[in-house]
């Protein structure tokens, strides 16, 4: 019997640990590095149509994810730091298949992702369908898969699914609608053409478009991370930060060019000038008393 009560006994402690751990007000972990990742697709319309002649009546008409082929990708990284307040920033990364082969295009972002096994992957919505296409053509091209990509958990702590994070129970949405919430620049071209746009080899636009996402979801998930305390940096800093990359990475970018430059020039004066109010009203306050 007193071997049973231990038992018992240490079960409980550990339980409650573990919804100490759940539900406490304990600060989250702080994240050091993110990687954040943005595919665009082909269909597979020979293999879906192949499907549909053996299934017959009963087959499905939407060409769902297992016929969805990686036609773009892109990628950056941004690492965090105790001892700066503006993080580290590499990438954007674009590759279409206009210049490489799937295999390829797989290989090199699988590549970016082994060398930074502890980099949080980060998407909008693509536990979704983004990441069972990676797991499938990974598996149909013999590649292997990097430890971001392995646990099946959509909630895995190697990844972060931002669309679903930032809305938790809430109506989840497109990132277009985030942004445009945000005030922060997004697609350039509806998400709705991109498919058609890749068949058609429009591989310009298409580039533009996943570029785009990326920047966009980067910027979203600093601020959604910064204000959870998972990182520390200075928002319009960190901001022109990515801007900057973005345009040494992909100067022929009009997005880039047109919309997240000057937009990202345009925080740092807001918060100049709320700096400078600030530092005004605290002068006058001072003479005041």
Partial sequence: MPNTLNMLEQMLEKEARQFEGQNGEKAEPKTSSITVLD?????????????????????????????????????????????????????PTVLSLETIGERDLLENLFEALHQNPSSILVTWGGEARDLAVLRHRAAVHDLVLPLQLRPSSPHAPQRLDLCRDVCVQATPVHLSEYAAASSIPCKPIPSKQIGLLAEQGEWGKVREQVAADVLTTTIIAMRHLAAREMITCDRARSVTAVAEAASGSIPYSRFVNRDLVPWAAGQAVKVEGRTRSLAEASSVAAALN
């Fill in 39 to 91: 595919l665009e697709f082909l269909w597979d319309r020979d293999a879906h149509a192949g499907y549909r002649i053996c299934e017959g009546t009963t087959a499905c008409d939407e060409i769902r994810w297992p016929f969805h082929q990686v036609a773009a990708a892109c990628w950056i990284t941004a690492r965090f730091s105790a001892t700066s307040d503006v993080p580290e920033i590499t990438g």
